[in-house]
């Protein structure tokens, strides 16, 4: 079957880093996105991971490790904006073209 | 920045109604895609356009959905007859190449709401 879990929520203080965590078991992996969403809008592409390591990016960091089918993406320093949902999907290309997402991590950042 | 544009944002419809979801993805962009969020629930794939064809449809993607790409820029998804569980956020998406870590741009969607 294929499954992507995320915490629900999230909270943090303006600042503060956060570790949002995702684990996923898929039939077959060809790469991991992250993807930002403020409500109402449009889902936008943050990182993507194919290879096991951290990807570094301005204050979000993406990390893989795909022995353990998981994936995580660090928000430094974080500010009022970054409060949004956060979507970790997999994709299993070429074998199917779909992105499969899981529920998505809302996070609110308190002053 | 270039952007996958969505038409309306809100569409208020009757049961058994059709509705077309319309949609106008970035210009040099190949692929095309439809995927609705459910309130509360995961966004989930229902078809992706390659070609002028369909190259992969979800068990979500009945009869009752269809997909078209009129002209050159226009991508739209009609749900003939809707039914009270059509009722979502419709997502456009597109991606410029086939690359495997070629990203998706999502258009700010469609709020669907079948009464």
């Known amino acids: 079957g294929q499954n992507i879990d995320q915490p629900t929520e999230m909270t943090a203080t303006e600042g503060a880093i956060v570790q949002i965590n995702c684990t996923y078991q898929t039939s077959g992996f060809n790469g991991l996105f992250w993807y930002q969403q403020h409500a109402g809008e449009a889902p936008t592409f943050l990182s993507y991971n194919v290879l096991d390591g951290l990807e570094e990016k301005g204050r979000f960091s993406s990390f893989l490790s795909r022995s353990k089918g998981y994936s995580y993406l660090l928000l430094k320093e974080l500010q009022m904006k970054d409060s949004a949902s956060y979507l970790c999907a997999v994709s299993s290309r070429p074998r199917t073209d779909k992105l499969i997402f899981g529920t998505g991590t809302r996070l609110q950042v308190f002053p | 920045e270039p952007e996958v544009t969505q038409t309306p944002s809100h569409q208020v419809t009757q049961m058994g109604q059709e509705v077309i979801l319309r949609c106008v993805p970035i210009?040099?962009?190949?692929?095309f895609y439809w995927y609705r969020q459910i309130l509360g629930q995961k966004v989930e794939f229902l078809v992706s356009f390659y070609n002028n064809e369909i190259s992969e449809k979800s068990e979500i993607f009945d009869d009752q959905f269809s997909v078209e790409r009129p002209d050159g820029s226009n991508f739209t998804l009609k749900i003939r007859s809707t039914k009270l569980e059509d009722s979502a956020m419709y997502f456009c998406?597109?991606?410029?190449?086939?690359?495997?870590?070629?990203?998706?741009?999502f258009g700010s969607g469609t709020q669907l709401s079948v009464l």
């Open positions: 998406a597109s991606r410029r190449g086939g690359g495997v870590d070629e990203k998706l741009f």
């Open positions: 210009s040099n962009h190949l692929y």
